[in-house]
Nanobody, 124 residues
């Protein structure tokens, strides 16, 4: 069992930055890939970024590539999402997810534990 708690969301102006954190409980964190997804109002949840269990491999959605950075600290059981150059279209609830395996993955089916989400609002 893995419990995930996101934090760091909030209101920011376009062009600004936010850093999301996701703290995980349980002993399997370091053996799982981790991912961030988001869901905007009226839209389906979409992939944002993923990181392998070791942190050596990452994957990003085209819409955030070059602006967002995913990282992890296995000693702290925490995964991060650094978001720079934020745009109004980045407004969404951001979810952290724990992967079923070790490899980074953009599919929701590749994750079996999800956090409650944290709201990110970018004003223009």
């Amino acid at each position: 069992q893995v419990q995930l708690v996101e934090s760091g969301g909030g209101l920011v102006q376009a062009g600004g930055s936010l850093r999301l954190s996701c703290a995980a409980s349980g002993r399997t964190f370091s053996s799982r890939a981790m991912g961030w997804f988001r869901q905007a109002p009226g839209k389906e949840r979409e992939f944002v970024a993923s990181i392998s269990e070791s942190g050596l491999r990452t994957m990003y959605a085209d819409s955030v590539k070059g602006r967002f950075t995913i990282s992890r600290d296995n000693a702290k059981n925490t995964v991060y999402l650094q978001m720079n150059s934020l745009k109004p279209e980045d407004t969404a609830v951001y979810y952290c997810a724990a992967g079923r395996g070790t490899r980074e993955n953009l599919a929701e089916g590749g994750y079996d534990y999800w956090g409650q989400g944290t709201q990110v609002t970018v004003s223009s």
